[in-house]
């Protein structure tokens, strides 16, 4: 199906077939959905290479991930799903708009991160780029991004300067966990915070301390850091249980070094959730399957980078001023969580 047997069907010309499929504008919006009735009707799908050839445009999301932290995941298989979800929100709402996302894995870390992204940007010239943590808050990365004039979405960062700021609920989320547990009756919860790198784990905590406040409830001894790996949660949860003979509950900030403390509780004889409940932070699939299943803090991954998309695209190069935009999580109970163990 051609551009030509569109506008045959649809009795208009060439170039203004061409300005609807291009959200050009100069057409009106009686046949803005006349020319698009022939175009459904037909099922014509616009060449992506003539598109990129008539214009500034490329029709390509571009998603940025960690590489090291992802290649790790995938080759320890851990089920961690964040691609899956990323993929999930962008893909679709890409096609859409008659667009395309790409994932690629840079890392964050090297030197030559500008000359890395930089050839990516220059062989695929996205229309947008979708930045994670933590290359949303990498200076480098949004400052090269900034001075190529390509709009830029920053997943959990929301901090001033160029790009579109997102975050997903982790405040208010970690905050809501707490009181959950507080109304079950814990008054000694403890936390094991993510690595000072990413800002998503210092809202986590504000979140945590600010129901134990509000409630009157003490967090000295309450707070470990670990590095969302499996490992450093052992160690976080032993750092816990030893300090603090009382504790009731933990809330992990990601399934990795929750499952870590599930087992470091369950080796020392301890029944969850009737002597300890958790709450982890990701609910990504593993958590269903662990015995007892993890209740969790569902991020919103699929929906935050679709609404990153919508507004990528309906940007068309003009500045975003709307501010941070933040997309709520929620809590999936299930049974590792359960009122706090009779004190006698």
């Known amino acids: 199906m051609t551009i030509r047997e569109v506008a045959e069907d649809a009795g208009v010309s060439l170039q203004t077939v061409s300005r609807v499929i291009n959200d050009g504008p100069n057409v009106r919006p009686q046949m803005r ?9 037909l099922g014509y799908v616009p060449s992506l290479a003539a598109q990129r050839m008539s214009g ?41 708009h008659g667009y395309r996302m790409m994932v690629e894995l840079v890392d964050t870390h090297i ?68 009181e959950r547990l507080i109304e079950l009756g814990h008054r000694r919860i403890g936390f094991i915070a993510g ?4 800002s998503l784990s210092s809202w986590r905590v504000d979140g945590w301390r600010a129901a ?68 982890s932070f990701d609910n990504t699939p593993i958590v269903r399957f662990s015995q007892p299943p993890l209740a969790a803090i569902d991020q919103p991954i699929a929906e935050t980078v679709s609404v990153a998309v919508d507004r990528l695209i309906a940007l068309k190069g003009q500045p975003h001023e709307d501010g941070t935009i933040d997309v709520a999580a929620s809590l999936v109970e299930r049974a590792s969580l359960g009122p706090a163990p009779d004190p006698a």
């Open 212 to 279: 134990m406040r509000d409630a009157g409830l003490r967090c000295d001894g309450l707070l470990e850091a670990g590095d969302f790996s499996y490992s450093s949660g052992t160690h976080a949860g032993r750092a816990l249980l030893d300090r603090n003979e009382d504790l009731s509950a933990i809330i992990g900030s990601n399934d990795q070094m929750t499952l870590a403390a599930l087992a470091v509780a369950q080796d020392r004889g301890l029944r969850v959730p009737r002597d300890l409940s958790l709450i």
């Open 111 to 178: 030197d030559h991160v500008e000359r890395e992204l930089g050839a990516t940007i220059s062989a695929l010239q996205p229309d947008g780029v979708i930045l994670t943590p933590p290359h949303s808050e990498n200076r480098q990365i949004t400052q090269l991004l900034e001075l190529r004039n390509i709009p830029f979405a920053r997943i959990g960062s929301k901090g001033e300067g160029a790009g579109i700021p997102l975050t997903m609920g982790d405040e208010n989320a970690a905050r809501f966990a707490t």
């Open 195 to 198: 690595p000072a790198q990413y």
């Open 33 to 41: 959905e006349k020319v698009q009735a022939s175009i459904d009707r």
């Open 56 to 96: 500034s445009r490329s029709y390509i999301i571009l998603a940025i991930n960690d590489r090291e932290r992802t290649i790790a995941d995938w080759r320890e298989r851990q089920g961690n799903d964040w691609v899956d979800q990323m993929l999930l929100g962008g893909m679709l709402t890409c096609a859409k």
